[in-house]
């Protein structure tokens, strides 16, 4: 009834002659006003919602264009208003902001009549066109376009997509509307950097030049242990904090030289010679061809994860940037420290998303998971020919790995228990702490549904490696006491004379943050450096390309990785094809060892 109600006012408002609010009123205008807010409620409820973001945002228009005498938004006597005229330019730069104005339909200033005798259905259906452009360009500016849990269980980022119904509000006040739909694309100086580049690779003209960068002298090899005046320069080059001796190679400088060859395609030897020399000046540097659509397609991927992120990330944060094996604590938009992290291997893979840190614990214990339990442990105790096979068992390998079995709180001599008849599933099998305990001196709990953490690791060798993807799905940090040092000074203001206290002291002392702490684990695989070239780092998980083809309307890569071994609960869940290979051929120590120091 309500559709042919509206139609009936309608068909009234347009055939009834004008009349005047108030003696001295517009006779014309209240009336065909009047007329036009009638028929964009009839457009409204007769246009089905076809999606569940569709209907919340029809919601919200027919709750604004319900009101008596609303003030239409974007059309008056003569078509467009100039507020329509300002609002659709800016949709219209959409491509130079990493999404398709082809995407939103806009009418055509030009094709509107005021003899016609359907002007007023014109304006209607313009006034409708506009408001759902404007509220759609807002949504994908916050990264509303991908659903990213349906690209891949290890995409989580928290969206925070505005409301339709504070959209509408807003811009119908704003002065400016196009700045408006500009503040929600991410306010992030490397969002800005990528969206310049994309301008550029589509031939088009770069707003602001490339800032000058801190060049490097020649002069003698420098590399770790060496203190050189150009170290400082070095520094400031990778943008590093000084340090204590800002002249000496440390290796957090180390870190960085290896980090910006790498991504150069140089061999990261870390020690910055001639070659190194001219890299970090501009020189040598792959020049991008125009319309690269390969380079195109990862800035648009890169550009749309900015999206995911909230709009102020925090004064104070931590962030992994999972494809570089990087993490950084960030103070007022400055990295105030960097370290190594081992990251999830690719069908272990480390999640993306964002919580909030709450706890460290030093010197923790290590529950092992029911998934290493299972497919990692008890095929032991069938080795010798018992057991799971038909023999006795050999529990060794929990004395090797210093493993305790527990039930309830007692401790269980594993030797007694007759595992033909007992799922280890239902033991407590625990690390305590001590040299070995795979989660090192110390871990940082951010709790999230993906149960994963960051922590020490006695592995310490593997931050040698270019490429850290050896975990289970939680990130192992490099240096670990320097980034609890920093986190518990920040959060609890604690001196680094407490932490190492801690550190040295009793087993589980767990310390709860007074400030909690945003954690952003991101997946950036392209960076726009100050020289205006481009570090780039490999696609580990193929995100890449899941998000291009859906982006792009094509059919999504299946993620292969997600579908066999995923990360759950912190958990390993081998394919049961690939573990049923691994029993058949046996375990050696080794392989167990790597095995559970991969957590």
């Known amino acids: 009834m309500k559709p042919i109600l509206l139609g009936l006012l309608l068909a009234a408002g347009l055939s009834l002659p004008a009349f005047a609010a108030e003696p001295d009123g517009p006779a014309n205008l209240v009336t065909k006003t009047e007329s036009v807010r009638i028929g964009v409620q009839g457009l409204l409820s007769s246009r089905p919602a076809d999606t569940a973001t569709r209907k919340v945002q029809k ?40 999404l398709r104005a082809s995407d939103y339909s806009l009418p055509d200033p030009a094709s509107f009549n005021a003899a016609d005798a359907k002007a007023r259905e014109w304006l209607a259906d313009a006034e ?57 694309q991410p306010d992030q100086p490397q969002f800005e950097a990528l969206r310049q580049k994309l301008i550029e690779l589509k031939g088009g003209k770069v707003e602001e030049a490339k800032p000058a960068i801190v060049t490097i002298p020649d002069g003698p ?11 400082a320069l070095l520094r400031k080059r990778l943008d590093l904090p000084a340090g204590a001796d800002e002249t000496k190679f440390d290796e957090a400088v180390l870190d960085a030289i290896r980090q910006f060859q790498s991504s150069r395609g140089s061999f990261a030897d870390g020690i910055v010679g001639p070659g190194t020399r001219r890299l970090l000046n501009g020189g040598q540097r792959a020049v991008e061809p125009v319309g690269s659509q390969a380079r195109i397609r990862r800035i648009l991927v890169n550009m749309e994860r900015w999206r995911w992120l909230p709009h102020d990330l925090g004064p104070f944060y931590v962030t992994v940037n999972i494809p570089e094996f990087t993490l950084r604590v960030v103070e007022e938009r400055e990295t105030i420290h960097s370290a190594r992290v081992v990251a999830g291997k690719t069908n272990t893979q480390t999640p993306v998303f964002s ?8 010197n923790p214990y290590w529950n092992v998971p029911n998934s290493i339990k299972n497919e990692e442990i008890a095929p032991y105790f069938g080795q010798g020919g018992g057991g799971f096979f038909g023999g006795g068992w050999d529990t060794s390998v929990l004395r090797r790995h210093g493993l305790r079995i527990k039930y309830g709180n007692r401790d269980i001599d594993p030797d007694a228990v ?18 070995g ?61 407490r932490v190492q206290s801690a550190l040295h002291g009793g087993p589980d002392i767990q310390v709860a943050l007074d ?28 995100h890449d390309s899941r ?37 058949q051929r046996g375990r050696s120590g080794n392989d167990f060892t790597r095995a559970l120091f991969g957590f």
Request: charge should be negative.
């Open 437 to 497: 305990n795979v989660l090192g001196k110390v871990k940082f709990l951010f709790p999230n549904s993906h149960d994963v953490y960051m922590h020490d690791t006695p592995q310490k060798h593997l931050f040698n490696n270019t490429v850290r993807a050896e975990s289970h799905g939680c990130m192992r940090v490099q240096h670990p006491d320097q980034v609890a040092e920093l986190l518990l000074k920040h959060a609890n203001g604690w001196s680094a004379a």
């Open 59 to 98: 919601d919200a228009l027919l709750d604004y264009y319900a009101v008596a005498d609303q003030r239409l938004l974007w059309v008056d006597e003569t078509g467009l208003s100039e507020r329509a005229k300002i609002a659709m330019a800016e949709i219209g730069k959409a491509d130079d902001y990493g």
């Open 418 to 435: 007759d595992w033909s008849r007992n799922n280890l599933r239902n033991f407590d099998l625990v690390q305590p702490p001590g040299p």
């Open 128 to 184: 409708v066109k506009v408001s759902y452009a404007v509220l759609n360009y807002a949504k994908d500016a916050r990264g509303g376009r991908l659903q990213p849990l349906r690209l891949s269980k290890n995409l989580d980022p928290s969206l925070a997509l505005p409301d339709p119904a504070e959209v509408i509000a807003s811009i119908a006040i704003r002065s400016d509307p196009a700045a408006y739909l500009r503040s929600f």
């Open 515 to 542: 400030r909690k702490i945003p954690v952003y684990i991101t997946y950036f695989t392209l960076r726009v450096n100050e020289d205006g070239s481009f570090s780039t780092f490999n696609d580990l998980y193929g």
């Open 355 to 362: 919580d909030e840190m709450e706890t460290i614990v030093f």
């Open 221 to 231: 090899a420098l590399k770790l242990g060496m203190e050189h005046e150009q170290v």
């Open 547 to 583: 998000m291009s083809a859906a982006l792009d309307g094509r059919g999504i890569p299946v993620d292969d990785f997600a579908l066999s071994n995923e990360v759950v609960a912190g958990e390993w869940r081998p394919n049961t094809n690939n573990n049923r290979r691994a029993r």
